[in-house]
């Protein structure tokens, strides 16, 4: 049903992005990255979190880890990752296939700035072997997201975003 509603949104808004089927599972970032052939930063997670009463989506670098400083600065609230059936319950999408797209109601999504790096970024399409290929600013336009920086910054010397 996920997959469904992720090629119906598509179908809707963006005909001309296919949904990429994969034989072998890309349920986390380092099997998207073999699958699709990228590195791991290319890869757009997404990420389910409660801040108070509000649920919301943050898509960031598959590398990128939640700061959360950063994130009380902004949403007023420590961030709280949610459960696998919460998360599914929520975005009607199984954990390794979450994605901002398709989604059973409407809810904030927010785009990180890691993402900002990269041309095309390859996130997940709600199920465990399947994903696109889009530009960042087109997937933050197709899903009304907000751009944010919520992510760790990189540690100095190494390029972790």
């Not at 179908?11 to 949904?19: E, R, T």
């Not at 600065?73 to 599914?88: H, I, N, Q, S």
């Not at 319950?89 to 900002?116: K, N």
């Not at 996130?123 to 600013?137: H, L, Q, Y």
Request: aromatic share 4%.
């Amino acid at each position: 049903m996920s997959l469904e509603s992720v090629r119906a949104f598509l179908a809707a808004n963006a005909p001309d992005i296919l949904v990429i089927m994969t034989e072998e599972s890309s349920a986390t970032v380092p099997l998207a990255a073999a699958a699709h052939g990228v590195a791991p930063e290319q890869i757009a997670k997404t990420i389910c979190v409660r801040a108070g009463d509000i649920t919301l989506l943050v898509v960031m670098s598959g590398t990128s880890r939640l700061d959360n400083r950063k994130f009380r600065d902004r949403f007023g609230a420590k961030p709280r990752m949610l459960g696998g059936d919460e998360v599914a319950d929520i975005t009607g999408h199984p954990i390794g296939g979450v994605c901002p797209f398709g989604l059973p109601s409407p809810m904030p999504i927010y785009c990180d700035v890691s993402l900002r790096k990269f041309g095309e970024v390859v996130p997940a399409a709600g199920a465990i072997n399947a994903a696109v290929r889009i530009s960042p600013d087109r997937m933050a336009d197709l899903t009304a997201a907000i751009w944010i920086d919520v992510g760790q910054d990189p540690v100095s010397g190494g390029d972790a975003a």
